[in-house]
């Protein structure tokens, strides 16, 4: 039985979402807010860790608003957090194409695309928030793609049927983040907002229950310090690395969330991970990461593998009967535009049937031959020209002359610690914004709504939200023996990790660690994979404690160190999005159980026993986790099985 590997606790609530109908919802929570007049604004503390899109545009606004804001990265520069990668766009309902979109569309489609996992008041209002994300972003400078007469243009993205897609050539997380950057920056010259780089967070302050500061080290000089504030805001990111290959930095980890886990705050449905069907294949052992390639190229380029398996022929050799425009011959509807959960499910089937190509088998072509012919190269240039620079850079192959060879990669992770309505976490005092949290996207993010919930959480609700908190909170000043009862955690995990002296290397059980979640947690998962994963990680973990080899010392610059820690809560994670796995014994959207599909191989829900979300609680060292559900409501988006044919 799969209850053997946790415990059941008591459910949990969203108590702070308001009832009335669904467009009022919002509105109704900003008015019953309570507010923190402008006076008394600098006389609280908020501490932020990360500077992406969410955290960037959280410190800008809360810094504006007059709030001392305490920010920490781990980059060198809030203008290398890992948002900073984003391609292909970020949604927004303004309808400026008038093909039918609305606030209420995006809201539907973002339910339906998450395959009805998520909160309809939480995405209502994230569509309703879309069109102020433009605006703002626009004020701010940021260059978006425009039609000839002028107007902002669009682009559509997988999940939908028109277009929303508000873009910046194939650099629009760049753009965002550096309008974001802008801002934040302004708040530090004002001296609203102090910031730091080159500081990790290594553990929560906590007193009487609440979240009070956090523990950072220098990464530079090793130096370990304290930060109290009235309110802690983790806008840290996802945990893609635990996949070791992802399209995520390499530096991008779990530890801010993980260890606010470990003192209590809920980990929502962590098995909830997305794999994005356009990454450049792997190409070897040597690799440590891999590279994206934008699903807005999916907008032009049509994908195909040959009919027939073992066909090696260049592209270009193999005539048109003989090849299988696969996603548009299964999904006449949406054709490539197909979700991602789908559309990388559809290129692994046809890789397993022998049907891939490239080295291995492993990968499907992307060929804008058609639309190269049809628009012309430079208006495929003008769209997606540093995209196709950066595939031939990387392959050596020109992607105008012949097909791109794509295929599937961990890219997102919808999971994240649980939060209500406000962003609040189940630990008072602690918010969580942006992918850190377990976000607005259910089982499935569609394309280019990570940006825009981003944005959407640091702009425009947590200013609200973390106000309300202040308002209703009188906290005394922090008793120094819960600091350093924190400090010595973290210095304790320190000395432990740089005396164990073993013989592998930090990286090697981060690979064997990535290797066991990719083929037993992956793109698809059984009951007898999951559970022989929940065999080799923590036999990995006993040895990763006995033989890790950590050079250097805690008093300088040591990436070793740095990754050690980060591997370590890796270990932990992956154990539990395993458990989540196991336990939730239908498919939805990224999280595809063999034992649950339809006779056409399509995702097969279980709305009668899975249809809530899963907030696991830390249950110590060595003792199983509890699990707590919170039931999910759907008034406006009736569940169905999801087509796109």
């Known amino acids: 039985m799969t209850d053997t590997f946790y415990k059941s606790g008591d459910p949990v609530a969203d108590e702070r979402a308001p009832e009335g109908p669904i467009g009022d919802r919002w ?18 503390k908020i501490i932020i860790i990360g500077t992406g899109l969410a955290g960037g545009s959280a410190g800008a606004t809360l810094g504006e608003a007059g709030y001392h804001v305490v920010q920490f990265c781990f980059q060198d520069s809030p203008r290398r957090a890992h948002s900073i990668a984003a391609q292909g766009g970020i949604n927004a309902a303004k309808n400026y194409r008038n093909d039918g979109d609305s606030v209420y569309r995006l809201f539907y489609d973002t339910v339906k695309g998450g395959d009805f996992r998520s909160r309809e008041s939480n995405v209502h209002r994230l569509a309703e928030i879309s069109t102020q994300i433009i605006d703002q972003c626009v004020a701010q400078g940021v260059p978006f793609a425009r039609e000839y007469g002028g107007l902002l243009d669009n682009r559509s993205f997988g999940g939908a049927q028109v277009s929303r897609t508000f873009y910046a050539r194939g650099q629009t997380g760049q753009q965002l983040l550096l309008g974001a950057y802008q801002a934040l920056m302004r708040q530090v010259d004002a001296g609203n907002v102090e910031l730091h780089a080159r500081h990790e967070m290594l553990d929560l302050i906590m007193e009487d229950g609440r979240a009070r500061g956090v523990v950072v080290r220098n990464l530079i000089t090793g130096e370990v310090s304290h930060h109290t504030a009235d309110a802690v805001v983790l806008a840290s990111g996802g945990y893609g690395n635990v996949y070791f290959l992802s399209t995520n930095a390499m530096g991008s980890n779990v530890t801010a969330s993980w260890r606010a886990h470990k003192h209590g705050a809920y980990f929502a449905n962590p098995c909830y991970t997305q794999i994005h069907p356009t990454c450049i294949p792997v190409s070897g052992d040597h690799q440590s990461k891999l590279t994206l390639m934008s699903e807005s190229l999916r907008n032009d380029g049509r994908v195909w593998v040959p009919v027939k398996g073992g066909d090696d022929r260049k592209p270009s050799a193999i005539p048109e009967d003989e090849r299988d425009y696969y996603l548009e011959r299964i999904y006449p509807s949406f054709g490539n535009l197909v979700p991602r959960d789908i559309a990388s499910r559809a290129a692994k089937n046809v890789c397993d049937e022998g049907r891939g190509v490239g080295p291995g088998g492993l990968g499907v072509y992307l060929d804008f031959a058609g639309a190269i012919g049809r628009l012309g190269r430079k208006a495929i240039e003008a769209k997606y020209g540093n995209l196709f ?14 097909p791109m060879r794509i295929y599937p990669a961990v890219h997102y992770t919808m999971g994240g610690l649980w939060v209500d309505y406000d962003l609040r976490s189940n630990i008072p005092g602690l918010f969580v914004i942006g992918e850190a949290n377990f976000s607005d996207h259910g089982a499935n993010r569609l394309g280019a709504s990570a940006l825009m919930q981003g944005l959407a959480d640091g702009y425009f609700v947590l200013p609200n939200t973390v106000g309300d908190y202040i308002a209703q909170t009188k906290l005394p000043p922090v008793n120094e023996a819960s600091v350093a009862e924190a400090e010595t955690r973290v210095k304790d995990q320190i000395e432990r990790l740089l005396s164990i002296d073993g013989d592998r290397t930090v990286d090697s059980f981060h690979r064997e660690l990535g290797h066991i979640m990719w083929e037993y947690c992956g793109m698809e998962r059984t009951e007898e994979g999951l559970r022989k994963a929940l065999e080799l990680i923590p036999a990995l973990r006993e040895e990763f404690w006995t033989r890790v080899k950590v050079t250097g010392t805690g008093e300088e610059l040591n990436q070793q160190l740095e990754k050690a820690g980060r591997v370590a809560d890796f270990l932990e994670l992956g154990e539990l999005m395993v458990i989540d796995a196991l336990h939730r014994a239908e498919s939805c959207g990224g999280h595809f159980r063999a034992e649950s599909q339809d006779e056409e191989g399509e995702a097969k829900r279980d709305d009668d026993n899975f249809a809530y979300v899963a907030a696991w609680e830390w249950g110590g060292r060595d003792e199983r986790p509890v699990l707590h559900k919170e039931a999910l409501e759907f008034d406006y988006c009736k569940p169905s099985q999801r087509s796109y044919k």
């Open 389 to 402: 620079e950066m595939y031939e850079r990387i392959t050596g192959e020109n992607p105008y002359e012949t």
């Open 27 to 44: 509105t109704t929570r900003q008015f019953e807010a309570k507010l923190v007049n402008p006076a008394n604004r600098r006389k609280k």
